[in-house]
């Protein structure tokens, strides 16, 4: 399995300010993605963020609200925009191994708490 | 409908019970089946991994996929406060690289 490095761990914010995730490899990974898991909630794919190109989102998931980077193969990061309390969540990173790509492995995450 | 559907309990049992855990799902084209395994504040950690029908053992943990009826299960032997987590099931096509389906999560509490 790979060694994926998330931060921040947890945060507290404003509402309307912006925050960064940032999503750490240890080794060249084929697929990343960022997921949403909210209390009671299943985990949501947000987005597969791929290498030097624009992240492909899925449907209720929106660029400007969640603008994602993959310069290499190893590293990612989500930005939650303008952010409101709804937007208090888990965002989780997740990579997928060429070979072993149906399988994923996960961060640890990072809470966000909109205030 | 959601995709793929599970009791999110809560779950509690004695130590050394054996418990079931069980999903359902409504797409036939999902082919490959996982079982994550969530600490509190943890990410989810993959604990189990099984292809089209069929068991699949390791250790106390024996993973179930019937494809017909379109249900999955987790079977914990000899259960251990240890085992107290959410349990996460998860499945895709095989198609799309790495993206997964899952369902709510199941907690489960194992009191000594």
């Known amino acids: 399995s790979a060694v994926i490095s998330q931060k921040p761990s947890r945060d507290i914010c404003q509402r309307g300010t912006s925050l960064t995730i940032q999503c750490q490899v240890d080794?060249?990974?084929?697929?990343m993605f960022w997921y949403r898991q909210q209390p009671g909630q299943s985990l949501t794919l947000i987005a597969t963020?791929?290498?030097?190109?624009?992240?492909t989102y899925e449907s209720g998931f929106v660029i400007d609200k969640f603008p994602i980077s993959r310069p290499n193969l190893t590293f990612s990061t989500l930005t939650v925009s303008n952010m409101s309390p709804e937007d208090s969540s888990i965002y989780l990173c997740?990579?997928?191994?060429w070979g072993r790509g149906t399988e994923a492995f996960f961060g640890q995450g990072t809470r966000l708490t909109v205030v | 409908q959601k995709e793929v559907e599970q009791d999110p309990g809560p779950l509690s049992v004695p130590e050394g019970a054996i418990v079931s855990l069980n999903c359902t799902y409504s797409?036939?084209?999902?082919?490959?089946f996982m079982w994550y395994r969530q600490y509190s504040r943890k990410g989810p950690e993959l604990l189990m991994y099984?292809?089209?029908?069929g068991n699949k053992e390791d250790g106390r943990f024996t993973a179930q996929v019937d494809k017909s009826s379109k249900y999955i299960s987790l079977f914990i032997r000899d259960s251990q406060p240890s085992d107290s987590a959410t349990y996460l099931c998860?499945?895709?096509?095989?198609?799309?690289?790495?993206?997964?389906?899952f369902g709510r999560g199941t907690q489960l509490t194992v009191w000594p």
């Open positions: 998860a499945m895709t096509r095989g198609s799309t690289l790495g993206r997964l389906y």
């Open positions: 080794s060249q990974v084929t697929m």
């Open positions: 797409n036939s084209a999902f082919q490959y």
């Open positions: 997740s990579v997928a191994i």
């Open positions: 099984t292809y089209s029908s």
């Open positions: 963020a791929n290498q030097g190109s624009e992240a």
